[in-house]
């Protein structure tokens, strides 16, 4: 099924490119936690204006902490340009680093990419860990937190939990098991999801708003707040984070919920505020098996775009704010199966670009989309040039694709690689 999809695709670079034959390179292989690095790199890279890339890893950092099985808990990482064209990665926080307990107060297993403020300060979620009792993990239901910079080159950068999940255990209101990225306002406030938790246990999405004693959580909307008997025509479990738009709605998407029987194949959701606070509507419900886990991007005329791992090998989808009406681009195995992430909108020249996480020669594949056709940049093999994307691509000033895998690479990690960070050329 390949339905009329790509009109006028604008928005989200700030500089068009475009690639035709493109080249893949590894700029950094991660060795596990048995050499003190990451594992498993499956959330999106934040560039800054220097050309720095900044991100997560699940696993890695230190076996020294039981509570996650001897593969750590995660870390923050930088990768940085030399002058001779190679790169350094540097480890700039390790999650719950040498504790021989079982609680992690600063976070454990992040699963967001970060988000950068203009002081250079990085900030994000781990879907674990904190100093709350948590009902669904020994650990914690997770935390939000901001790195700063050091003072002098060379540094440690210093870790704040901003907020802690689940402060009414043994229940979580205010949400439990952070997994999609942040987002900043203009105001400087943050938005961002829970996996689970919330008046109903399926998911929110949240603010935090920081002021002179702290920061302040508050919940927007609790998931499967409409219930015709057990389902949840309103969506529920929303893995990516929100987006906003330039009004400042927030638009996102939930794994299922959104059909007559409130069970199905998930939603686009639109949060708008009003006098009595957030409401939310659905933009899109999704036929059943669909499972839309990806945060959605914007035209200038406020279409929205996504991706969709169901119905099949997934594919990528288009909504039209004007009409209502959605547009279906499916993939297929040549193309690669299975996209868990969002899409980047190349302004200038109408193309998408985007990831899927397996199939094309078998471990997933980075892709161009344009005029409906698709275009396979880079087919991962499954060794030294990675393997699984899950990840969103980002792009700098140089046009330059960058991203991650969560296995592949030269580390062991019990032989199936820890994951890269890797680079697409025009």
């Known amino acids: 099924m390949k339905n009329a999809f790509l009109c006028a695709v604008v928005v989200v670079l700030s500089c068009g490119f475009v690639l035709g034959q493109a080249t893949e390179k590894v700029l950094y292989s991660f060795l596990g936690p048995s050499a003190g690095d990451g594992d498993e790199p499956?959330?999106?890279l934040v560039v800054d204006d220097a050309g720095n890339l900044y991100g997560t890893t699940r696993l890695?950092?230190?076996?020294?902490?039981?509570?996650?099985d001897n593969y750590g808990c995660g870390t923050v990482f930088e990768v940085s340009p030399n002058q001779d064209g190679t790169w350094t990665e540097?480890?700039?926080?390790?999650f719950c680093a040498n504790n021989t307990g079982y609680s992690c107060p600063d976070g454990a297993e992040p699963m967001a990419g970060l988000v950068l403020d203009a002081a250079g300060n990085l900030y994000g979620t781990t879907s674990s860990g904190g100093s709350e009792p948590c009902p669904t993990n020994s650990v914690g239901c997770g935390t939000v937190f901001e790195l700063s910079p050091p003072s002098l080159p060379g540094g440690a950068w210093t870790?704040?939990?901003?907020?802690n999940f689940c402060t009414?255990?043994?229940?979580?209101?205010?949400g439990d098991n952070p997994q999609g990225d942040l987002i900043f306002d203009t105001f400087g406030n943050l938005y961002g999801t829970t996996l689970t938790g919330g008046a109903n246990s399926v998911g929110t999405v949240f603010q935090l708003t920081p002021g002179p004693g702290g920061w302040t959580e508050a919940v927007l909307y609790s998931f499967c707040s409409v219930?015709?008997?057990n389902g949840c025509m309103d969506g529920a479990s929303p893995y990516a984070g929100p987006s906003l738009d330039s009004s400042g709605n927030l638009y996102g998407t939930t794994e299922w919920g959104g059909t007559k029987n409130g069970?199905?194949?998930?939603?686009?959701?639109?949060?708008?505020?009003g006098e009595g606070g957030w409401a939310e509507s659905v933009v899109?419900?999704?036929?059943?098996?669909t499972y839309p886990f990806a945060v959605v991007s914007f035209d200038r005329k406020g279409n929205l775009y996504s991706t969709f791992a169901g119905q099949n090998d997934g594919g990528a989808f288009r909504t039209a704010i004007d009409s209502g009406k959605t547009y279906y681009l499916s993939f297929d195995n040549s193309d690669g199966i299975g996209p868990h992430a969002g899409l980047l909108i190349d302004p200038t020249n109408n193309r998408l670009y985007g990831t899927a996480s397996s199939g094309a020669d078998g471990f997933g594949s980075v892709l161009m989309i344009a005029d409906e056709n698709i275009t396979v940049l880079h087919s991962f093999l499954g060794g030294s040039d990675g393997a699984y994307p899950e990840a969103a691509v980002t792009a700098d000033r140089s046009r330059h694709l960058y991203g991650t895998t969560g296995a592949g690479g030269t580390g062991s990690c019990y032989a199936g690689g820890c994951g890269v960070v890797f680079e697409i050329t025009p």
Do not use: M, Q, W
Not at 159 to 163: D, K, N, P, S
Not at 168 to 174: A, E, G, R
Not at 267 to 273: C, F, Q
């Open 227 to 229: 219930r015709p008997g």
């Open 159 to 163: 870790h704040t939990v901003l907020y």
């Open 90 to 94: 540097n480890i700039i926080y390790t």
């Open 284 to 289: 899109h419900a999704f036929p059943d098996a």
């Open 263 to 273: 069970y199905g194949g998930g939603l686009v959701y639109k949060l708008s505020r």
């Open 60 to 68: 890695g950092g230190s076996v020294e902490a039981p509570v996650c």
């Open 42 to 44: 499956v959330a999106r």
């Open 168 to 174: 009414s255990y043994p229940i979580c209101p205010d």
